[in-house]
């Protein structure tokens, strides 16, 4: 998960937003904690957004938030 991670990190560095958001999505789905899995949810986010994809990036974020509230909520939502 965590190579995954990191090679979408340097997909996105050289601009392939596309398939830097197919890897976090994929690190996601194998991630085994939700810390981990909120990271790469929140990755895909950054990765949509920058392809200008708001409804996908949208729910990237959302999933983020519901794994750790805590760390990507931008506000406390309780």
Do not use: C, Q, W
């Amino acid at each position: 998960t965590a190579l995954l991670n990191a090679v979408g990190k340097l997909e996105a560095i050289a601009g392939d937003f596309e398939a830097a958001e197919r890897d976090f999505i994929a690190a996601s789905s194998m991630a085994g904690d939700a810390p981990s899995r909120a990271e790469a949810r929140f990755n895909a986010f950054r990765a949509a957004l920058e392809r200008r994809d708001d409804e996908a990036a949208f729910a990237h974020f959302l999933a983020a938030v519901g794994d750790d509230e805590g760390r990507f909520a931008p506000f406390p939502t309780g």
